[in-house]
């Protein structure tokens, strides 16, 4: 499974399972489900999982400078459609 370079881009997106992780420079996005299951399948999920978070960590941790807290995100802003 390819992983993600934390908060370095806004162009990163991984899928397993029915689990998406979104990558952002301020921030990393994870939704969806996923079921770990008592098996060699639940086991390869959770070893993927903890693999992605484990690269989340390491780089917020070497970040010197971390803030208290980011701002959220911008709200979207809905326009008029076109092409309709």
């Not at 993600?4 to 881009?9: E, G, T, V």
């Not at 806004?10 to 921030?27: A, H």
């Not at 969806?32 to 903890?50: E, H, P």
């Amino acid at each position: 499974m390819s992983s993600i370079h934390p908060f370095a881009n806004e162009s990163e997106s991984l899928t397993f399972d029915s689990l998406t992780i979104e990558n952002r420079t301020d921030r990393v996005t994870i939704y969806g489900n996923i079921d770990v299951t008592r098996d060699k399948a639940g086991l390869a999920s959770a070893r993927q999982l903890r693999q992605i978070l484990d690269d989340v960590v390491r780089t917020l941790e070497a970040e010197p400078n971390l803030p208290d807290q980011v701002p959220p995100p911008k709200a979207t802003k809905t326009v008029k459609n076109p092409f309709t």
